[in-house]
């Protein structure tokens, strides 16, 4: 399997584990990870993250944990234990929030002879502009706020962030190249529409720009066939 292709996540955004299944099978031998999110997770609950990685597949569980130290913390080694190969949690936790909980699932993976997940965090969500950001009171563009975040969250140990494709040079320049970048927001040049999605960007500029993950749901999920969009996604890719 090509280097990117292995680091292209198909976010599973579905409401029930079958159909979840039924798009971990049409991606068989070229995706190898997926995102169970919000939605699905709610739906069908731990479950369907075991089912995923029962396949020899890897998932990244995206609950965005926000909460004090101690709850997070927990939530994550939680998180672990279910086979997650990516969580991620919110930088404006705070530091101690983000410190705690490497710490804890260092100490749990030390213990358990287990692979430690990679740990993201979200800087500022990318539906936030520079407006709403002034109402909620933070002080700064949306870009100071990312890399004062991004450079918390490396301070406190996490290994990347959740960013805008934009901000893959911010963060990279901000906290060094291996701080890991994991990037939404990217639209192939087949994909027939943006969908709810602004400010897009290719997956392979984004590879350019220095990725290390992209994410990517409807071009893939939402295809009449998914084989066939994999084939085109891998030929623009190369
Ligand atoms: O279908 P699409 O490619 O737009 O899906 C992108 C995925 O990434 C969705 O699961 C969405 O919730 C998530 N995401 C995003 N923008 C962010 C953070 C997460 O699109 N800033």
Do not use: W
Not at 36 to 58: H, M, Y
Not at 133 to 151: E, F, K, S
Request: aromatic share 6%; charged share 25%; net charge negative.
């Amino acid at each position: 399997m090509d280097g990117r292709m292995n680091r292209v996540i198909v976010a599973l955004d579905v409401e029930t584990a079958d159909q979840a299944m039924g798009i971990v099978r049409a991606c068989n031998g070229v995706i190898s990870f997926f995102k169970v999110g919000k939605q699905l997770f709610t739906a069908e609950g731990p479950d369907v993250v075991r089912r995923i990685k029962e396949t020899g597949n890897r998932v990244f569980l995206d609950l965005k944990y926000h909460d004090i130290p101690n709850t997070v913390a927990h939530a994550t080694v939680e998180a672990v234990k279910l086979g997650a190969d990516i969580v991620d949690i919110h930088t404006s936790g705070g530091f101690e929030m983000m410190r705690k909980t490497m710490e804890s699932v260092e100490e749990y993976c030390a213990g358990h002879r287990v692979s430690k997940p990679e740990i993201f965090g979200i800087t500022i969500l990318t539906s936030l502009g520079d407006a709403e950001l002034d109402r909620i009171g933070y002080a700064g563009t949306t870009q100071d706020m990312v890399g004062r975040l991004a450079a918390l969250g490396h301070e406190a140990g996490i290994n990347g962030v959740v960013c805008s494709p934009l901000e893959i040079s911010l963060v990279k320049e901000t906290c060094g190249d291996g701080f890991k970048t994991l990037t939404p927001g990217i639209r192939p040049l087949f994909a027939q529409s943006l969908d709810d999605q602004k400010r897009v960007m290719t997956p392979r500029d984004a590879f350019d720009a220095g990725t290390d993950y992209i994410v990517m749901g409807r071009p893939i999920t939402k295809a009449q066939n998914i084989e066939e969009a994999l084939q085109k996604l891998e030929d623009e890719i190369r």
